[in-house]
Each structure stands twice: as C-alpha cells, then as structure tokens.
C-alpha cells in the first residue's frame, strides 16, 4: 500500500512542478490565465466541492442515519450546483474579464465600483475565518485516512496530509490545482463504482435484511418539513463558494460554459447516488462483516468507505482506491488554500505596491501560513467532518451566495446592500449555528441565513445609489 501511495503522491507533485513553470505571474497562480477547458474546469470544480465529505461524511451519514440523511442533502447540492451553472457561470466568466477581476472579492469591488476598498476588505475578512475552518475539515479527512490505513497516529496522519497539499500547491497554484483535481476527481468516480459494486456483489446472495438491520434505513421521509428543507438548503451554498466560482473565472471561454456544465452535472450526479449506495450496503456488510474502526467502541460511521475498501480489495487495488479519499481530501483544501492566499495578495490593502512575480511568491507563502493555521485547528477540534464542512458552507452560502447572484441579474444592486448582505448573511450563520435550535428538528444554519441576506440587500439597495450607468450598460445587466 505504500508504494501506491508514493506513486500517486510522486504524480501529484509531479503535476504541481510541470505547472510552476507555466505560471509567470500572480494572475497566473490564482485563475491560471482564464486557459482551461470545459472538462478540466467542470471535474476540478466538482472534485474540490466534493472533498472527502463525499466519501466519509456523506456514506458515512447515510450509513448512521439512512437514506434520508443522503438523498435531501444530495437533491438539494444537485438542483443548487445545476442552478449556479445556468444563472451565474457565464456572467460570472464574462464580468470578471470585463472588471480585470481574478478573486472574488475583487469582482465585488469592482462590480459596485468601491474605491474605499471596503467591500474588498469585509469580503477578504469572511473567507479567511470559514476558509480556515474548510480547510481544516479537509485535513481531518486527511488524517482519517492514514490513521485507517497505515495505523499512524491522528498527530503524524495530521502533519503527513499537510505537507503533501502545501507542496503541489505551492509549486504551481491554480493550474497545479486543477489539473491534480481533474485526475483526482476521475479516480473518486471510479473508486466509488468498484466499491459500490463488490460491496453489492459480496451481500447480494446473503439472507441479509438491510431494513431490518436499520429500521431507518430506506426511509425517505426526514421527520419534519424543517427537516427536509434544511437538508436541500445544501443547495444554497454553491453560489457563495469562492473556490468553485474561481473556476467560473478560469475558464477559458463562455462558450465553454455548456459543455463544461454537462459534464460537471453528470460526474456529481454519478458520484452522489454512488456514496449514497456505499453507506446502504455498507449496513448489510457491517452485519455480516466484522468492520473495524467503524462498529463498536471508538467506531466511527464516517470510517465506512474506508473499512469496505479494505475488506473488499486485494491491498495492491485497496492502496489505489484509498488513494482516492486523498485525493477528495487534497482536492478541496488545495483550492481553498489558493483562494486564501489569493485575498492576502489581492484583496487586503498589503501588497498594492509590489510586483506580480513578488505577489505569486507571497501567495506561496501564504498557502503555507494558512495550512499551518488550519492544521492547528484540525489538530484541537473534536467535531465530525460533517460538522465542520457544513458550518464553513453555509458561512460562505450565505455571505455571499444571494449577493453573487444579484450581482449578475439585478442592476439595482448597490455598495451599501453588497456590504450589508455579507456582513448579514455571515453573523446570521454565527448565530443560528451556536444559539438557535429547535428540539426534535434540523435547522441547517444557511437556510434562514441565506433568505435574511437575500432580504438585506434588497431593502438596503432600494435606500442607496446604485452603480453607475456607464458601468451597468458596459456589463448589460
């Protein structure tokens, strides 16, 4: 399993090398020159929103909880994830051309003309506290992995998934990122189909009774209409998400947009019934199987994906496949330690002054001073993987979820209400996470955060001037 491993990790740096030398400027390191294709832009995109959530956190939910906990949440990211390519992908890529924009908050700024800088510094400030938090999720499915497969220690599992993201990472920026999120994301789909279908093929002749193992687990329905609509607000956070909008910005052209989409809907859709189907079987499995480190004292649901590759592969294929929860991890917290960087070099007042080839080696820098922050949460939190994603995506969805998509359908939109909707949408996910619950219901925290920045920003626009006329006709919004 080792030499697996090394071969892949070898591979990803490998990528991570040949790409530095395409990268010449700072432009360069965060959106690679606008120069990637349909396929490349739609499986990168997918695979580092993915991230090990898809295969820990989800099969893992599914496998607790039943397929209630997978299909509402899988149905919401799918109707949110095909909406954000149809409303906001091609405006996106064309405005951000237009405004010389290659970070979110820059867009911001420029979109309503803030030469303050405010609206780059609220924006900054929201993604380095909640990417700090998403990153640190990715490195805890990290250490999940090794700890698995190896039987390191959290500690060395930990340092060991940090040192290998920061290195291609730092070596090649955006183009290292997406095309090691291209093979990576090609390795999670197949990975999930053979783990889908031996697990299928080692109960399908058994006497198991998956119902009645888990009464819950075939049931559909989520308990409340709260419940259920929480659990498809997921959908929500795909139109705040700086490290899948910045790959909207990378493009190569808006006519790719289409293609890009078709291919990116089909992988997701694939890869969400496929996990969905993992934690299911792996119920039947686990009644029939000894699974370790998943049942039992010290078990974890969220060890399911991993238990059955192991139980179900020779270790030569199982090296490879768990290579695969890696690359889920490494695949999210690369992108997110780019976009990260990116707001230190572009977004926050520190670095006007200095050329583009000091600022790619300063996004560097920061790629490595953001990963050591995050591992030094990943090291103190006790939460799940779950947990931790979900609170990072609904900081994001609602932040800057609504105001992404009236930037680009809603000319009224103004510097005042931009402002109040990122400032709104992400204390109302502070407050609904830690103070507001109702007993007996979930209540994801982006629902009513999303819709109270929505209300924000339009109320607040209605009282303020909007944008210029010359710049609203240059973008024919």
């Not at 969400?272 to 370790?292: D, M, R, V």
């Not at 994801?444 to 920003?457: K, V």
């Amino acid at each position: 399993m080792y030499s697996q491993f090394g071969i892949y990790l070898i591979m990803m740096l490998g990528i991570g090398y040949y790409a530095m030398s395409k990268t010449k400027d700072n432009a360069g390191f965060i959106i690679g020159g606008r120069s990637l294709g349909p396929a490349t832009t739609a499986i990168s995109a997918g695979a580092s929103d993915m991230s090990g959530w898809l295969l820990l956190g989800l099969p893992g939910a599914v496998f607790a909880g039943g397929l209630s906990e997978g299909l509402w949440i899988s149905l919401g990211l799918a109707i949110g994830a095909y909406t954000n390519w149809i409303v906001v992908a091609a405006k996106l890529r064309t405005f951000s051309e237009q405004l010389g924009a290659v970070t979110l908050p820059t867009y911001l700024g420029n979109r309503f003309e803030d030469k303050s800088g405010m609206l780059k510094l609220v924006s900054a400030i929201v993604i380095l506290f909640f990417f700090t938090l998403y990153v640190a999720s990715g490195l805890k499915g990290g250490t999940l992995l090794f700890a698995h497969s190896f039987g390191a220690s959290e500690q060395v599992s930990l340092l060991v998934t940090t040192l290998v993201v920061v290195s291609y990472t730092f070596l090649g920026g955006y183009l290292a990122v997406s095309w090691t999120d291209l093979v990576q994301g090609i390795l999670m789909f197949f990975a999930l189909t053979f783990c889908a279908l031996l697990g299928y093929f080692a109960i399908a002749g058994s006497p198991v009774d998956i119902a009645a193992v888990n009464p819950k687990a075939f049931e559909w329905k989520t308990g409340s209409l709260l419940t259920g609509i929480s659990l498809m607000a997921w959908g929500f956070g795909y139109f705040g998400q700086p490290h899948i909008l910045a790959r909207f910005f990378g493009i190569k052209s808006v006519n790719d947009v289409p293609a890009a989409r078709r291919i990116g809907m089909s992988w997701m859709v694939v890869v969400l019934i496929l996990s969905t189907c993992i934690g299911l079987i792996g119920i039947g499995y686990a009644e029939l199987h000894s699974l370790p480190g998943v049942t039992g004292e010290g078990g974890s649901s969220e060890r399911i994906f991993l238990a059955l590759t192991s139980a179900l592969f020779s270790p030569w294929i199982s090296g490879i496949v768990l290579a695969a929860v890696l690359a889920a991890v490494m695949s999210t917290a690369d992108s997110q330690l780019l976009v990260l960087s990116s707001a230190l070099t572009e977004d926050i007042p520190l670095f006007e002054d200095t050329s583009e080839e000091k600022k790619a080696w300063i996004s560097r820098f920061g790629v490595v001073g953001f990963a050591l922050l995050a591992y030094i949460i990943a090291a103190n939190d006790t939460g799940t993987i779950l947990g931790m994603v979900g609170y990072a995506w609904s900081g994001f969805g609602a932040a800057f979820g609504p105001l992404v998509i009236l930037s680009v359908v809603w000319r009224d939109t103004t510097k005042a209400g931009a402002v109040a909707g990122i400032v709104i949408g992400a204390l109302s996910t502070f407050i609904f996470k830690n103070y507001v619950s109702f007993e007996g219901h979930y209540l994801y925290e982006l629902l009513p955060s999303f819709i109270i920045a929505f209300i924000a920003i339009v109320v607040v626009s209605k009282a303020t001037a909007k944008p210029s006329e010359a710049l609203l006709n240059k973008l024919k919004i």
